[in-house]
């Protein structure tokens, strides 16, 4: 992620540099593709990121139920010996 946000901004600080002395058309078509190719890459981690995060959250939450479900189950097996 951080590769990806440097890139953009180095593409950034062309891209100004490129207004500043007029650099040619050329860069700036194919600076303007590099920008969407970034930027279409950054929201699909983003995106796979988010949805990875809420399967940990739900392997957790399963986890930790399953640990309350086995503590349950030996307090019932002492309450019969008892």
């Known amino acids: 992620m951080f590769f990806w946000s440097a890139t953009l901004f180095g593409l950034g600080v062309l891209a100004f540099l490129d207004s500043i002395y007029n650099m ?16 279409l890459a950054l929201l699909i981690r983003t995106s796979t990121k988010v949805r990875s995060q809420r399967t940990e959250k739900y392997e957790e939450r399963i986890f930790n139920l399953e640990k309350k479900v086995d503590e349950l189950r030996n307090h019932k097996e002492k309450m019969e010996v008892y």
């Open 24 to 39: 040619g058309e050329i860069f700036r078509q194919v600076n303007s593709v590099f920008f969407m190719l970034i930027s």
